[in-house]
């Protein structure tokens, strides 16, 4: 490749002297992008016509004129887990015990999907495609959905929040906890396999030491967005505040849903700066 200089004799930023293939390709990707926009606003079709700017503001204002009586029994019928702070904390666990039974799961899964650990054998292949599989559609089924699903099984309430959130995290914890098997450094695992150790022994001494803090971090990290996906399985019958919220929307009550959503978003921020400075800690 011929190397350009400035006239003092320094070399010219390569980003300046490429060829023409190269801007030209550039301009095209510009070129299809924009068009793929364009045809994406039309089949989308957003029609604004139908907007009312002024009582959506009228909405947001009682948003933020909260009604703090939420906090509290409202008769003598209720207790403290009828109230927002209560509906609060079953939301925080239906998220730990839906993380929790998806861990329990998704470890040996993630092993079986594995393809530096899965290697060998026809067999071990075909377990391997089939294990990959399986954690493929699992991931792809939304929450949203396998709540639905799950209605008719458990009914209404916190048991079908748990199982949703479990069911989903299982693809998605296990492809996490899988690529990072596939990720670490091979050469303890060769140097036990070549005195004559057998698969388990590789797998507990030389390659779960590395996976400690990977498995941890990600379990956190799951665990944080899984509290977040508890607010929303509520709206459709998965237990915890998100029910009460969407009650309290259908009901145009704004005042109560804004105590909830300023509730779920204080604990929220809160639970994502606690697994922020865990995470950090662990790198």
Do not use: C
């Not at 060829?19 to 095209?28: E, I, M, T």
């Not at 204002?61 to 939420?70: A, E, G, I, R, T």
């Not at 899965?118 to 399986?134: D, T």
């Amino acid at each position: 490749m011929a190397e350009y200089f400035t006239a003092r004799g320094l070399p010219v930023p390569p980003e300046l002297t490429r060829s023409p293939l190269y801007d030209w390709r550039r301009n095209v990707t510009i070129v299809l992008t924009v068009a793929v926009l364009l045809v994406g606003f039309k089949i989308v079709d957003i029609d604004l016509s139908r907007a009312n700017p002024g009582y959506m503001g009228q909405v947001l204002l009682q948003l933020v004129q909260f009604d703090w009586s939420v906090m509290t029994p409202q008769n003598e019928f209720e207790t403290f887990w009828d109230t927002a702070g209560g509906l609060m904390i079953v939301t925080i666990f239906l998220g730990i015990m839906g993380t929790a039974f998806a861990v329990v799961f998704a470890i040996p899964l993630s092993f079986l999907g594995a393809r530096n650990i899965m290697s060998g054998s026809r067999l071990a292949q075909s377990i391997y495609v089939v294990v990959r599989l399986i954690l493929t559609v699992i991931r792809s089924i939304d929450v949203l959905i396998v709540v639905l699903i799950a209605l008719p099984l458990f009914g209404l309430g916190n048991g079908t929040g748990v199982f949703a959130i479990a069911f989903h995290n299982i693809g998605v914890m296990g492809k996490l906890y899988s690529e990072a098997i596939e990720g670490i450094d091979a050469g303890p695992a060769e140097a036990m396999t070549a005195t004559g150790a057998n698969r388990v022994q590789v797998i507990w001494a030389a390659i779960l030491p590395q996976l400690v803090n990977p498995f941890i971090s990600f379990t956190i990290y799951r665990l944080d967005t899984n509290v977040r996906l508890a607010n929303v399985i509520g709206l459709v019958g998965g237990g915890g505040i998100g029910v009460a919220l969407f009650q309290n929307i259908q009901l145009l009550r704004y005042h109560t849903a804004g105590t909830f959503i300023l509730l779920i978003v204080i604990t929220v921020a809160t639970m994502d700066f606690i697994s922020a400075q865990i995470r950090r800690r662990l790198v």
